[in-house]
């Protein structure tokens, strides 16, 4: 590291140790202080525009600079100024002998943290003040410096002016590396995709982004990977994996179904023979399916982010037409995201409203017949979306779907006597009471018989397991809680009816005499012809 320069290139992935894996770091290199020298392991390099490129070994390289720049802290501090200047000359800083320059030994290709991480290699305080970036890296940086800076001053206590000796001649010339370089630097990023450093294995998201910025041409990078951090960042409360289910979504439209753990492959693998399957018709009409280059995967990213952004939060402003943003609201009041790429697609097409409603339906009607998670549901409704994209309409791509419609009768018949869970029992009775497919949220469900109700008259535990969660037994009322003395059917009329939402069906309910499982099973017959009504 003494003779180098190192740039961390924007394909790699941000700093990620915590705690646990600095400590351990630490810890290694503690122990081997006194054994007289430390294998800190191998990393890869390219070399370009005279810098060392990290292609693996970032981790290690910008935490070892970490403890280089407590340990010049701490010289400084101690008034050992000829110790504290050799640590700078080796670890931190270079000289240009040209202009007598001083410059970082460690460099990061974002601005932002680059910004962060030399703030902290100048002055400890800075470490307090460092500029926030958006990916959370600045923060990562600072508390790892402050767990070395910490942990190295009580090492040092015992007798600063010794310790600082030892530490430095450790760092210096005893502590070793295996270094590979890359011969060619087009390739590097297949290395990184195998190679690994010690803590967290590489993401999905990880290796999506190093192969599409290796893919860029050099001078192009910084614009990609600014363009790679503002797409990602959208997703960055929800986790990398959200990201990545969106990338996949996207790709499903001129891909079809793509399992996750395929969708790297079909990137970065599959595309080498890409060249010979540009998109053409084919034999039977149809586009040929081949993965997207680098900068048409870019430029789709862009495209659909707005609308599918309104999928994840209706509330959001976008391109979306307020009916299909009734229909994505309803869509996560059920909690379906599988269905995202056929909604892009068909906002595509002639009457989009009419194709999101179909799709609506079918969902619910599958919902509460059946699993509309299941594998193969998933795979045809992604071969949907992309029929729909091929064909420019969403008439026929739903017409192949036809058959996961239930009929009537057994949606009926699977609302009288099935368990949902309470979003879709919430989300069913709302579309009752209201008479529409996409509700509003208004009011709380309410079970007729709580699960705590021991003195209820009628309807014992034994029927209320399998009655309990039934359509026929839940009631819209306009307070969330349970009024006391409502857990008996008597204190239902008297305490919770009166708060029934608004076009509940009370008059139902007042004319019950005792409410029992026969009752629930009436209830939700009348109640599932009513959704009958509104969903077929």
């Given at each position: 590291m003494s003779s180098s320069t190192f740039e961390v290139p924007p394909y790699q992935r941000e700093y990620a140790w915590n705690e646990e894996e600095v400590g351990e770091f630490w810890s290694d290199l503690q122990g081997a202080l006194d054994e007289g020298s430390y294998f800190l392991g191998l990393i890869i390099l390219t070399e370009e525009d005279e810098r060392k490129h990290v292609v693996d070994g970032q981790q290690r390289i910008l935490t070892?600079?970490?403890?280089?720049?407590?340990?010049?802290h701490e010289a400084v501090r101690a008034g050992r100024k000829a110790l504290a200047d050799r640590v700078q000359a080796d670890f931190l800083r270079s000289i240009d002998y040209s202009t007598d320059e001083t410059n970082p030994r460690v460099i990061l290709s974002d601005r932002r943290d680059n910004a962060a991480l030399q703030a902290l290699l100048i002055s400890p305080e800075t470490g307090q003040d460092l500029p926030v970036a958006l990916d959370g890296i600045s923060d990562k940086l600072s508390l790892a410096y402050e767990y070395i800076a910490k942990k190295l001053r009580e090492d040092l206590s015992p007798d600063p002016f010794r310790r600082l000796g030892i530490?430095?001649?450790?760092?210096?010339?005893?502590?070793?590396?295996?270094?590979?370089?890359?011969?060619?630097?087009?390739s590097a990023y297949r290395v990184f995709e195998v190679v690994n450093t010690r803590g967290r294995e590489l993401t999905t998201a990880d290796l999506l982004k190093n192969f599409v910025?290796?893919?860029?041409?050099?001078?192009?990078?910084?614009?990609?990977?600014?363009?790679?951090?503002?797409?990602?960042?959208?997703?960055?409360?929800?986790?990398?994996?959200?990201?990545?289910?969106?990338?996949?979504h996207v790709v499903t439209l001129t891909a079809g179904h793509i399992a996750p753990r395929d969708l790297f492959d079909y990137l970065a693998e599959r595309r080498k023979s890409s060249d010979s399957m540009r998109r053409s018709p084919s034999a039977t009409g149809e586009l040929q399916r081949r993965a997207p280059s680098p900068d048409e995967l870019m430029g789709s990213l862009e495209r659909e982010l707005p609308l599918y952004l309104q999928m994840i939060d209706p509330t959001l402003d976008g391109p979306g037409d307020p009916s299909w943003v009734q229909v994505f609201s309803a869509l996560s009041e059920l909690s379906v995201i599988s269905v995202r790429p056929l909604l892009l697609a068909i906002s595509r097409t002639d009457e989009p409203e009419a194709g999101m409603q179909a799709v609506l339906r079918l969902v619910l009607r599958r919902i509460v017949v059946g699993n509309l998670g299941t594998g193969n549901v998933e795979r045809r409704l992604g071969e949907a979306a992309r029929k729909v994209v091929q064909d420019g309409s969403w008439v026929g791509a739903l017409d192949e779907l036809a058959d996961l419609n239930p009929p009537p009768s057994e949606f009926v018949e699977q609302l009288r006597k099935r368990s949902l869970n309470k979003g879709t029992l919430t989300f069913v009775r709302r579309s009752v009471v209201q008479r529409t497919t996409t509700p509003e949220a208004r009011g709380t469900l309410h079970l007729v018989r709580p699960r705590q109700a021991a003195e209820w008259s009628g309807f014992p535990e034994t029927d209320f397991s399998y009655w309990g969660s039934t359509l026929g037994n839940t009631f819209l009322a306009?307070?969330?809680?349970?009024?006391?003395?409502?857990?008996?059917?008597?204190?239902?009329?008297?305490?919770?009816?009166?708060?029934a939402l608004e076009n509940e069906h009370v008059e139902l309910f007042q004319d019950v005499i005792e409410w029992n499982s026969r009752v629930v099973e009436e209830f939700g017959t009348r109640l599932g012809e009513s959704a009958r009504e509104i969903w077929f």
């Open positions: 070892m600079t970490l403890l280089a720049a407590a340990l010049y530490w430095a001649d450790f760092l210096t010339n005893q502590v070793h590396l295996a270094v590979f370089v890359h011969p060619d630097r087009a910025l290796s893919q860029t041409a050099i001078h192009a990078r910084d614009e990609r990977y600014e363009q790679w951090k503002k797409i990602s960042n959208q997703f960055r409360s929800a986790g990398s994996g959200a990201f990545v289910q969106y990338i996949r306009s307070v969330e809680r349970r009024p006391k003395g409502a857990g008996t059917w008597d204190g239902f009329k008297q305490n919770l009816l009166p708060l």
